[in-house]
C-alpha cells in the first residue's frame, strides 16, 4: 500500500486550502434533497456554519453567528451520511469520527478536533496551481455529488471522485476503492468525496442540485479534465474527507467475513456514497485565497492568521446547532433511524 506523509506533498505546491472542521450537527435533516422535511430520511454529518437547518436559502455566509471550521470567514455546510456497524444480531452502532493528521497550529495534530472532516479547496493538483483562472462560488451556490440510488459496482466505479481507503494508519493514502473495504482497516476508514469543478457560469443550483455543474474529476486529488463549453466556468476543485474509526469493531466482523459496514440509507456496498454543500464563505474570502500564494496551513491553521482569519480548536469545538429532530442516533439501536426495510 502507498503511503505518503501530507506535508511532503504539499512543500512543492502552490495556492490550496485544506482545513479541519469540528461536527456542527448530527441529524436527520437535508435542506438540500428534502428541504423542509423534518425528520429527513436519513442520518447525516454535518459540519460548519450554524445556520444549518431545513430549509437554507440565500447568502448563509450572513446568517451563521460560528463556524466549526478553522478560517472563521467559512460559513458553508459540508455533510455527508454517516456510517453505522451491522452486528450479526442485526443491530446497529453508529461509527464515530475522528480528525485527519496536521490540522491544528502550523500543520501539527490537533486530536482534540470533535470528529468532523478535512475540506480541500484545491485549484490544480498538489504539486501545481496551474494557469486556470479559478472563479470562486458565489453567494447561494450550493451541489451534490453521488446518489443514494446507485447501486452497483460498475456505476460506482464511473465515478472516480468518490473512494474509500483502507487505513493502516492515519496518513495511508493510495489504493482506493468504489466499495468498502472487505476486511478489518487497522485505522479505520476515510470516505472520500471530490465534487465537480466545471460549472456552467448561470445557475447556483438546479433541480437535482448537479447539472448546474459538469464533472471532469480524476480522483485522486489528480487535476480535473479541461471544462466543456456547456459548463465553461472553473471553480475551485472542492473535496472531503472523513475518517471513520472502525478499530472498536473489528473482533466483531461477522463469522462468515462479511462486510459489516451500511452508510445510513441502508447502503452496505458503499456503491451510494454521496456529499452535499452549501457555500458560505463571508464577502469574497474564498476568491482571495484562490489569488493568493498561499498553501494548506501558510493559509491561516488554528489560532495563526494568514491570508485567511482563523480561530483556535476550542472555538471550533464550542459552535454547535442544537437538534430539531429528536431521536436516538447513538447507542446500539435495532433499525437505522428513518429505515425500516430489511438490508438485501
Not at 472542492?238 to 474509526?245: F, G, I, K, Q, S
Amino acid at each position: 500500500m502507498k503511503w505518503f506523509f501530507i506535508l511532503a506533498l504539499a512543500g512543492f505546491s502552490h495556492a490550496g486550502l485544506r482545513f479541519g472542521c469540528s461536527t456542527v450537527s448530527l441529524q436527520r435533516l437535508d435542506p438540500l434533497v428534502e428541504p423542509g422535511q423534518i425528520p429527513s430520511a436519513h442520518v447525516h454529518q454535518i459540519v460548519g456554519g450554524n445556520a444549518f437547518n431545513a430549509t437554507m436559502e440565500g447568502d448563509i455566509g450572513e446568517k451563521g453567528s460560528c463556524t466549526t471550521c478553522a478560517y472563521t470567514e467559512d460559513f458553508s455546510n459540508y455533510w455527508t451520511a454517516v456510517m453505522y456497524f451491522r452486528h450479526e444480531n442485526g443491530s446497529y452502532k453508529r461509527v464515530p469520527q475522528y480528525p485527519n493528521a496536521q490540522l491544528g497550529t502550523e500543520g501539527q495534530d490537533a486530536p482534540n478536533i470533535n470528529a468532523g472532516m478535512t475540506i480541500y479547496y484545491t485549484q490544480k493538483d498538489f504539486y501545481d496551481n496551474g494557469e486556470d483562472y479559478i472563479t470562486a462560488f458565489q453567494p447561494g451556490f450550493r451541489m451534490t455529488v453521488g446518489s443514494p440510488t446507485v447501486d452497483s459496482l460498475e456505476k460506482a466505479q464511473a465515478q472516480p471522485g468518490l473512494r474509500y481507503t483502507c487505513l493502516e494508519t492515519i496518513l495511508t493514502r493510495g489504493f482506493e476503492t468504489p466499495d468498502f473495504p472487505k476486511k478489518p482497516c487497522a485505522a479505520g476508514i476515510m470516505a472520500i468525496h471530490h465534487f465537480p469543478a466545471c460549472w456552467d457560469g448561470k445557475n447556483l443550483d438546479s433541480p437535482d442540485h448537479q447539472s448546474h455543474m459538469y464533472s471532469t474529476t480524476k480522483g485522486a486529488f489528480q487535476e480535473a479534465g479541461p471544462c466543456p463549453a456547456s459548463h465553461p466556468v472553473r471553480v475551485p476543485q472542492l473535496a472531503y474527507e472523513t475518517m471513520w474509526n472502525t478499530t472498536a469493531f473489528n473482533d466483531m466482523w461477522p463469522k462468515d467475513g462479511s462486510q459489516p459496514f451500511v452508510w445510513s440509507y441502508n447502503d452496505n456496498k458503499g456503491y451510494g456514497t454521496h456529499a452535499d454543500y452549501v457555500f458560505g464563505w463571508k464577502g469574497d474570502s474564498l476568491q482571495r485565497a484562490m489569488k493568493s500564494s498561499c498553501f494548506f496551513h501558510a493559509c491561516g491553521s488554528p489560532g495563526v492568521q494568514g491570508v485567511l482569519k482563523t480561530q483556535t480548536v476550542e472555538e471550533m469545538n464550542k459552535c454547535g446547532v442544537q437538534n430539531t429532530v429528536e431521536e436516538d442516533t447513538e447507542g446500539w439501536l435495532t433499525e437505522l433511524p428513518g429505515q425500516k426495510m430489511e438490508m438485501a
